[in-house]
């Protein structure tokens, strides 16, 4: 006689509510999307879903901040020493493009993140992804003036560029844009000639 299947414990079935969560809000979006729908989706009651998160909004803020941190992942996935500055810009921009890529609903649930701004809190979260974009690229990029790579005067102009084509990107792949495909060769080009030009000021 089989034995009879284990439930799948709380870690499991959290985790099944996000991915759930990410197909729909993604689909959907915010507004649209319910909570009995992420339920069904993520085979459990909706009474399961409110054990876990009080509301859907917060299942959507922390659906979000997984995002957020999967994408600071693929930032720094793989990355060469930090005296490398050229290849590490070069593999960061690429690992940033390979993951909109490949992830679609993810990028659609972020920019959709517009769409929430009404409401304090989820305004609150979508300017702190980016202030915590540009601040990521802005303590590297401090981490390699003081290392001697690039001049101090250039650190804030460079962390507002850098910043800008990663919110530029994730609008191409929404759009469904072609500008950085084909291997994304050109991002490469685009990497090189930007760390040229802010390596170049230094005596």
């Not at 693929?74 to 810009?89: C, E, K, S």
């Not at 993810?106 to 540009?134: C, H, I, W």
């Amino acid at each position: 006689m089989a034995e009879p299947r284990k439930r799948p414990g709380p870690v499991v079935r959290k985790k099944e509510i996000i991915e759930a969560a990410i197909e729909e809000f993604g689909s959907k979006n915010y507004n649209w999307a319910t909570t009995k729908d992420i339920a069904q989706r993520a085979g459990v009651s909706e009474r399961v879903v409110f054990f876990y998160f009080n509301s859907k909004k917060e299942l959507y803020r922390q659906v979000t901040q997984q995002i957020t941190m999967e994408v600071v992942g693929a930032l720094v996935r793989g990355r060469p020493p930090t005296d490398d500055l050229r290849t590490y810009v070069k593999m960061g921009i690429r690992n940033f493009i390979d993951f909109l890529v490949e992830n679609p609903l993810k990028v659609k649930l972020l920019m959709q993140s517009f769409d929430t701004v009404a409401d304090p809190d989820l305004r609150e979260d979508f300017v702190n992804l980016l202030q915590g974009l540009y601040q990521f690229v802005h303590s590297f990029l401090r981490d390699a003036e003081q290392k001697g790579q690039i001049p101090e005067e250039l650190i804030e102009t460079a962390s507002l560029c850098l910043s800008g084509m990663c919110v530029v990107v994730v609008y191409a792949e929404y759009f469904g844009l072609d500008w950085f495909h084909e291997e994304h060769e050109d991002i490469f080009s685009i990497g090189d000639r930007f760390v040229d030009l802010i390596t170049s000021q230094m005596k």
